[in-house]
T-cell receptor, first 118, second 111 residues
Framework: GAVVSQHPSRVICKSGTSVKIECRSL??????MFWYRQFPKQSLMLMAT?????????EQGVEKDKFLINHASLTLSTLTVTSAHPEDSSFYIC??????????????FGPGTRLTVL | GQNIDQPTEMTATEGAIVQINCTYQ??????LFWYQQHAGEAPTFLSY????GLEEKGRFSSFLSRSKGYSYLLLKELQMKDSASYLC????????????FGTGTQLKVEL
């Protein structure tokens, strides 16, 4: 149990276009999902916390108008990178926290999305 | 700000034991996590400590000292497949289960 999927796994786009990444909890309901970005040989940097039915909370330095987050249901959150530029090329990873008390201590990570902006 | 430090790289021999240290200075503390991450893949959960002491889980053990702001991950009977990056992460208080990750330690297991 506790499987999180991401789609697409890999995307290449032209500079200036927008890219949507989906994060789904497959076998549990996730009240909270997290979006991270990871540059090569660096650790995960939290971008935003997404709560179902409410606005996302962005970390300092992350532009909310550039990285649009929608958490419309208990199993789906989306991250849209608007007007992508080469510096946005990165590995984007989502994670989800379950609703059960037993899951509180763990975040379940998706497999990640490799974004390359040409 | 939050500060979580780990050694950048470590090398160990197959079959040996390795200890990866993590020190933290954060504005709050509500648990420390260790994750394993292979290149190009998502992190996988290894262990969780919230109280002082040692948590053992098979070949992996994790220790926490809250007063010292210190944790370590101990890997026994190293296997080649243990070559990966090991991430220490602190859950902050009042953060809604938000995790702050350390810099990660790249472990290379050699024959």
């Amino acid at each position: 149990g506790a499987v999180v999927s991401q789609h697409p796994s890999r995307v290449i786009c032209k500079s200036g276009t927008s890219v949507k990444i989906e994060c789904r909890s497959l076998d549990f309901q996730a009240t909270t999902m997290f979006w991270y970005r990871q540059f090569p040989k660096q650790s995960l940097m939290l971008m935003a916390t997404s709560n179902e039915g409410s606005k996302a909370t962005y970390e300092q330095g992350v532009e909310k108008d550039k990285f649009l987050i929608n958490h419309a249901s208990l199993t789906l959150s989306t991250l849209t990178v608007t007007s992508a530029h080469p510096e946005d090329s990165s590995f984007y990873i989502c994670s989800a926290r379950g609703m059960r008390v037993a899951d509180y201590n763990e975040q379940f990570f998706g497999p990640g999305t490799r974004l390359t902006v040409l | 700000g939050q500060n979580i430090d780990q050694p950048t790289e470590m090398t160990a021999t197959e079959g040996a034991i390795v200890q990866i240290n993590c020190t933290y200075q954060t504005s709050g503390f509500n648990g420390l996590f260790w994750y394993q991450q292979h290149a190009g893949e998502a992190p996988t959960f290894l262990s969780y400590n919230v109280l002082d002491g040692l948590e053992e889980k098979g070949r992996f053990s994790s220790f926490l000292s809250r007063s010292k702001g210190y944790s370590y991950l101990l890997l026994k009977e190293l296997q080649m497949k243990d070559s990966a990056s090991y991430l220490c992460a602190v859950r902050l208080t009042g953060g809604g289960n938000k995790l702050t990750f350390g810099t990660g330690t790249q472990l290379k297991v050699e024959l």
